[in-house]
């Protein structure tokens, strides 16, 4: 259908019926001129039906925004009848059929229709004259004109699929949206509820003979709480990224206080592209979480090396082995997607002699 700002193009194209409409009133009496009168303006109408809609000079509807065949053999039979009651030249009336064939068929349907058209108008005008020119230059119009109009409805269509295209864009950026969001709480809560949950059950323990130290027990609950808490607002605000040397540092102070002798080297001297760091400080939350939950592990080794290339780090328990439910558990699936991001290398599995080992290394340029 022609978009709105065309609707007055087409309705000003009225214009041309004129002078046939004079020729038929002009030459024509009686039941010719009724019939003639009758088939023109059933002609203007089906015309003005097609190229705009049924609600014209109004917005066209949707559902009649698709191929009309029907309609367009509606004009050529008027045409015919137009062109058989005579009293004027009709050969005209061939380009406004190929203007509704070229907007309303598709395009595979419409170029041999429109051949058909332009040989029908000049076929009509060689009744009227014998000027070659003339004949040709009617069936170059109507081709034209159909030509024109299938670039419209081209136009339209491609516009149409881009509408649909952006949509799609915008509701699957609003799932992946939702999808970081909860891997990043996940991430976030997960361990930090482990080590809630650690330090309540050794305060538990030593409130009765040990009260001293589980009151610092408590007071640990207290702050890993409130980190926890400042960490989901900076999450909800968009602003947070976890810093290697302070996830080394807690991953230190938690296995510690389950009895879980670490030995973790220091984070690297050199500053780490943001991305990349990000990756290695999620790497080793992820990774103490899961000892904390699943290794029952007693010894720990975790270690970050740094080359020209690449930043690596590896983190080894010797507990026993993968998690229950395998090593494909919801926070080692965040941690893949993550590593995939910057393109780097994950290897979560159990160890050869025992325990679980997780590697992750990150090239540095791809994560600058």
Not at 218 to 237: F, M, P
């Amino acid at each position: 259908m022609v978009p709105r700002r065309g609707r007055w193009a087409v309705l000003s194209g009225l214009i041309f019926f004129v002078a046939p409409g004079l020729g038929l009133v002009g030459n024509a009496e009686g039941p010719r001129l009724g019939g003639g009168l009758a088939a023109l303006a059933l002609f203007v109408l089906a015309y003005c039906r097609l190229m705009i809609g049924g609600g014209w000079p109004g917005p066209p509807a949707d559902a009649e925004d698709r191929p009309a065949v029907s309609g367009v053999l509606v004009l050529v039979a008027l045409t015919g009848v137009l062109i058989a009651i005579g009293t004027t030249d009709w050969a005209g009336m061939w380009c406004f059929v190929a203007a509704a064939t070229g907007l309303r068929i598709e395009r595979r349907q419409a170029f041999p229709a429109l051949f058909a058209v332009g040989a029908a108008a000049a076929g009509t005008e060689a009744l009227n004259t014998s000027d070659a020119a003339t004949i040709v230059s009617l069936f170059i119009v109507a081709v034209g004109v159909g030509m024109l109009t299938a670039g419209f409805r081209r136009l339209r269509v491609v516009n149409v699929e881009l509408g649909q295209a952006r949509d799609e864009i915008g509701r699957l950026a609003v799932a992946d949206e939702r999808l970081r969001f909860a891997r990043d709480l996940h991430d976030l809560l997960g361990h930090s509820l482990s080590v809630v949950a650690l330090k309540s059950e050794l305060a538990a323990r030593l409130i009765d003979e040990h009260p001293d130290q589980a009151a610092a027990h408590v007071r640990d609950i207290e702050a890993v709480s409130r980190r926890a808490l400042a960490e989901v607002r900076d999450a909800v605000a968009g602003y947070r990224r976890p810093l290697l040397s302070a996830e080394l540092a807690g991953a230190r102070s938690t296995l510690a206080a389950a009895g879980i002798e670490v030995e973790a080297g220091p984070a690297p001297e050199g500053e780490l592209p943001p991305d990349a760091e990000a990756v290695l400080a999620w790497a080793v939350r992820e990774g103490a979480t899961n000892v904390l939950r699943h290794a029952d592990a007693h010894r720990v080794r975790i270690s970050v090396a740094v080359d020209d290339r690449d930043a690596a780090l590896e983190l080894v328990d010797d507990g026993c082995g993968a998690p229950a439910g395998g090593a494909d558990g919801t926070g080692l699936a965040g941690l893949a997607e993550r590593v995939a991001r910057v393109r780097g290398r994950m290897d979560a599995a159990p160890g050869a002699t025992g325990g679980f080992r997780l590697a992750v290394t990150v090239p540095l340029e791809a994560a600058s």
